[in-house]
């Protein structure tokens, strides 16, 4: 089917957001890893750091496959790269199987160049006060000169990062309690839902906003309907969700 000019320009005024189509999860996630290989390449010329904000479950896979691919096919080094992931369970240790330091290792981390001291994952054993934590956190983006790309995911309930639906647009790092829509969404990669946390460690929305762009991706038709009402729900409909927040 082709769409003409005015019909393209009829779609987008719907759209809050710039959105783009693709055929399939692999093409988009290899397009976004194309940009991303970009600043690297744009930083490692200027002599800076490119730094990165990541995300974790199903939705980067295909993203950090390609991005494993580029660095050993193609020769793309991670050598400048500094990272920052959004979340992490709390608590949980960094070996077990369903804590995302653990998943950024074996999706990513292990199979590129990238040093060690510059991957950055939320700790989920620090000391239950963790407001003084948080605030480091913060501060160590801040001293790498903030983040030049966000990736996101998207919950089905919209919450972006661990920012369920009613975060404040302005929060920072921070203890949550998960929605249970969220923790029965991540029940699988748990023995039953009693052993999925309660709680966990995000960045907040004001610290997603501060990104120089933000790249939120979403694959499939289970996400389409969340995907439609941040990006063309009306302002009432949006207030209710975290995603719209990050364009």
């Not at 809050?16 to 996630?29: F, L, N, W, Y």
């Amino acid at each position: 089917m082709t769409i003409n000019h005015q019909e393209i320009e009829l779609i987008d005024s719907f759209e809050q957001i710039s959105v783009d189509i693709h055929p399939d999860a692999k093409e988009g996630s290899k397009a976004v890893a194309r940009e991303i290989a970009a600043l690297i390449r744009e930083k490692q010329a200027a002599k800076e750091p490119a730094v990165l904000g990541l995300a974790t479950g199903s939705t980067p896979k295909y993203l950090y496959a390609e991005l494993v691919r580029l660095h050993k096919e193609e020769g793309l080094s991670f050598k400048n790269v500094v990272t920052f992931n959004l979340d992490e369970y709390y608590p949980i240790e960094p070996d077990a199987l369903q804590s995302y330091n653990r998943f950024m290792k074996e999706h990513l981390f292990n199979h590129i160049d990238i040093p060690a001291e510059n991957c950055n994952v939320p700790d989920g054993t620090v000391p239950k006060e963790i407001k003084a934590y948080a605030e480091a956190y913060e501060r160590k983006i801040e001293a790498a000169g903030g983040i030049d790309i966000q990736i996101l995911g998207i919950g089905n309930n919209g919450h972006i990062g661990f920012n369920e639906p009613g975060s404040n647009v302005n929060s920072h790092t921070r203890l949550v309690t998960l929605d249970n829509s969220t923790r029965l969404a991540n029940a699988y990669e748990f023995s039953n839902m009693s052993q999925v946390p309660r709680l966990a460690i995000t960045t907040g929305i004001g610290t997603i906003m501060k990104a120089k762009k933000v790249i939120l991706l979403a694959w499939g038709q289970h996400k389409a309907k969340i995907v439609r009402r941040s990006v063309e729900g009306s302002s009432t409909d949006q207030a209710r969700l975290p995603a719209p927040a990050a364009p």
